[in-house]
T-cell receptor, first 110, second 114 residues
Framework: QKEVEQDPGPLSVPEGAIVSLNCTYS??????FMWYRQYSRKGPELLMY????GNKEDGRFTAQVDKSSKYISLFIRDSQPSDSATYLC??????????FGKGTRLHILP | DSGVTQTPKHLITATGQRVTLRCSPR?????VYWYQQSLDQGLQFLIQ???????AKGNILERFSAQQFPDLHSELNLSSLELGDSALYFC?????????????FGQGTRLTVV
């Protein structure tokens, strides 16, 4: 079983819809949970960072961590074409070595 | 622009050769992280340096090595290259010794081994 599982997509949704992106993981020791956005031919960009369980909101983005289910989510409200990118979940149990999911390709249709 | 600079952007080389990838971290950042991104393996942590010293090691092959210089720039050396080494190589930097969770990524070097 891989440590971090993420559906590769692609996921296509109409502009303005709520997007839900998810990852599951197997290592219960993970404490740091992150979401990165990666545009084509660019490096990953940190979007959201959560320590332990709970929710975190930043503008149109909400990150949720459910440690009991080993499941994390990223919600994007009022999605825009500029949100089209690959979204990588990532997690670690120490804050240096990070394990990344393989990414979900998201397309927002105008 | 993250402030992390990687050169070259693209590199094409033959199997068996050796290449050096360069990374200039953001001004003031002491930590440099190297990652490899391939289609089948995703983004994988290779190695971290903090203020010139190796701090953490991930899935880095013995054919690969890195160093961080006194001016804090870092180089990743890849030798005896194989077709499977073709990938995007990213450098990230952070002001902190740990806190790889808050590192900023460069735009990467695309390595193609033919």
């Amino acid at each position: 079983q891989k440590e971090v599982e993420q559906d590769p997509g692609p996921l296509s949704v109409p502009e303005g819809a709520i997007v839900s992106l998810n990852c599951t993981y197997s290592n219960s020791a993970f404490q740091y949970f992150m979401w990165y956005r990666q545009y084509s031919r660019k490096g990953p960009e940190l979007l959201m960072y959560t320590y332990s369980s709970g929710n975190k909101e930043d503008g149109r983005f909400t990150a949720q961590v459910d440690k009991s289910s080993k499941y994390i989510s990223l919600f994007i409200r009022d999605s825009q074409p500029s949100d089209s990118a690959t979204y990588l979940c990532a997690m670690s149990y120490r804050d240096d070595k990070i394990i990344f999911g393989k990414g979900t390709r998201l397309h927002i249709l105008p | 622009d993250s402030g992390v600079t990687q050169t070259p952007k693209h590199l094409i080389t033959a199997t068996g050769q050796r290449v050096t990838l360069r990374c200039s971290p953001r001004s003031g950042d002491l930590s440099v992280y190297w990652y490899q991104q391939s289609l089948d393996q995703g983004l994988q942590f290779l190695i971290q340096y903090y203020n010139g010293e190796e701090r953490a090691k991930g899935n880095i092959l013995e054919r690969f090595s890195a160093q961080q210089f006194p001016d804090l720039h870092s180089e990743l050396n890849l030798s005896s290259l194989e077709l499977g080494d073709s990938a995007l190589y990213f450098c990230a930097s952070s002001p902190f010794q740990g806190r790889g969770t808050e590192a900023f990524f460069g735009q990467g070097t695309r390595l193609t081994v033919v």
